[in-house]
């Protein structure tokens, strides 16, 4: 059995949803993504935090990139307060940053980190 491609978990009493993508990621898995993000909005309150985790994958299709824009969109509407990403390999950052420039609201804190310790503390400041 082949390993999840992405997990999403929402941690109510931390108010953080975390995205993660391992191994090689389709438009099929990032739709299957999305469509569990919004699942969880019951569990959040405005003021969330993202923390998006990209250290286990290898590649993502390029026909994700409209999923994730609507994650993003989401994500923005919902009122998150600040975006941690864990991206160990800067040739992995899949667009995130542009696709942030126009999915983002302006001021919203986006930090990128190489190890998720370091993504945790930022998500403790």
């Given at each position: 059995?082949l390993?999840?491609m992405?997990?999403?978990?929402a941690?109510?009493s ?7 993508f391992?191994?090689?990621v389709?438009?099929e ?11 969880l909005q019951a ?11 990209l250290s286990k994958l ?11 824009k609507?994650?993003?969109?989401w994500?923005n ?10 991206i ?6 899949i667009?995130?940053?542009i696709l942030?420039l126009?999915?983002?609201?302006r001021?919203l804190?986006?930090v990128t980190?190489?190890?998720l310790?370091?993504?945790?503390k930022?998500?403790?400041?």
């Open positions: 059995m390993p999840p992405f997990e999403v978990k941690d109510k931390r108010n953080l949803l975390t995205i993660s391992a191994q090689h389709g438009p898995e990032a739709k299957a993504c999305t469509d569990r993000v919004k699942t569990e959040l309150q405005p003021g969330f935090q993202l923390l998006t985790d290898k590649s993502m299709d390029l026909a994700c990139a409209a999923h994730i609507r994650t993003m969109d994500c509407k919902q009122g998150v307060s600040k975006v941690v990403r864990v160990p390999d800067p040739h992995k950052d667009g995130l940053s942030s126009f999915h983002y609201r001021r804190p986006i980190c190489q190890t310790a370091e993504a945790m930022e998500l403790a400041a």
